[in-house]
Each structure stands twice: as structure tokens, then as C-alpha cells.
């Protein structure tokens, strides 16, 4: 993964997206083209994750958007989808070895009734 590069991605200031994408696997889970550029550089395990095990908890709590954490320490990483501030995570999990450099990552989900869009927080 270019660390550098995706921390630049992720950074740039944005207003809004000029696109979005989706991967056929997961048609149902539509991304910014931000997360895309953030993807290219070495994450499309990420969409993966979130594409396989996101949507459906993120449904159940019956709320229009969450956000996506990716807090990564020490080569380690610990995801969760945060619905509400005052309640336990909606999803998380936890990973032996990630790639991605240290900090934490946000990225928000909304569930938008037909279908999931991801996009990064300089594209809200």
C-alpha cells in the first residue's frame, strides 16, 4: 500500500463527489470516486469488508447513515460502524495486520433505501 499517496488522497480537500462507482460483486454498495482514489492505493479489502459485512447491520438499526471507523495502531487495525454516539458500535471487527497507515479513518455509509453509498468526509 503507498501510505503516502492514500494520505494525500484521503486528505485533499473536496467539495463533494464527481461520481460514483460500484464493484459487481457488491452492487448494491455505491462509492465516491474518493474512495475509489483512496482504494487504488492498495485498500480494495476495505470495500470488500464493508460490502460483505456492513450493509446489513447498518439496515437493522434502522438509521439513514453511519460512519465507518478504521482506527489502525501498531500494523493492527479495529473496524466499527458507529450509528449513534450513545450506543454500543452497530458492527465492528478487529484485524491482526493491516497495511493501512496509522490514524484513524473515517468514512461515512448512508443507506439510501435501494442501494449503500460510501464516501469520504471532504465529500459531505
Known sequence: MDNAKFI????ESRNGANGMLFNPLYPKLNYSDGVRDCAETGCYWLLDIIGTECLVPLRKQNVRMGVITVKVANE???MTLITNDDMPPAWSREMDYTDMPEGEWLFYLSDEGERFVLIL????
Open 121 to 124: 468526509p471532504s465529500e459531505y
Open 76 to 78: 493492527k487495525a479495529v
Open 8 to 11: 494525500k488522497i484521503y486528505n
